[in-house]
């Protein structure tokens, strides 16, 4: 855990804040098995957090004898998801934790992964939660060509700087100064590639895994500096951060 008093926070939004890893199991499951095929919890964990097309080439990658492109998996994808998107639920705590940051005024934002149409569809229904960020959120396809997917930095790096206007540098240059302003921010994930993008971004990570990710090796040394059941678990005065309300 860090001793640093925590000034910013920046959030992952799937699996983290809204249920919808859930969602694209069962989707991508449904379509796999129109081939006999399903897909595992060590092939998902490569999946999570990347940018839609470098995770669908991962996913079909251990299926080369099907015959599904990549667009024509994610059409497929697409269409199942987009009916249930607006009937995804918030995650338990979530709610809570950013209603009470809000209040008292400390810089939050999202850095998620999700398209820029999928995040609209999925929080539509949710204003009580991410109008709370005003506008402070990055999709992944909002900065074409300025952004590597996770477990690269950059999109953390970016909602830092270009979102709550702290000074954090670029991705390659970072001074001592800009050092210590990373250290100030807040990370929440539940994916392994989004717990070390955050990570090596030079900011503090709570991870919220799914159970499933905790038995799954993956390479890099990177490791959270919290490991969390739920966001219920969260005690913000543990961060330096006002504590909740009695």
Known sequence: ?????????????????????????????????????????????????????????????????????????????????????????????????????????????????????NFELKTGHLSDIFECFNGKIVCGDDYPGRMQGKPNPDIFLIAAREKLGRNVGEKDECTDEEKGERAKGLVFEDAIPGMQAGKRAGMAVIWVPDANLLGVEYSGRERADQTLKSIEDFKPEEWGLPSYDK
């Open 1 to 117: 855990m860090s001793n640093q008093k925590v000034k910013y926070v920046i959030f992952d939004m799937d699996g983290l804040m809204i249920d919808s890893e859930s969602v694209y199991t069962q989707v991508t499951n449904d379509i796999l098995a129109q081939y006999g095929k399903s897909m595992s919890w060590d092939i998902k964990a490569g999946l999570m957090g990347k940018p839609e097309r470098e995770a669908a080439a991962h996913l079909l990658s251990f299926f080369p004898d099907i015959p599904l492109t990549i667009d024509s998996y994610l059409r497929q994808r697409d269409t199942a998801q987009d009916l249930i998107w607006p009937t995804v639920e918030p995650l338990p705590g979530v709610r809570k934790l950013v209603q009470h940051l809000k209040n008292h005024n400390i810089p939050i934002g999202v850095a998620t992964g999700s398209r820029r149409r």
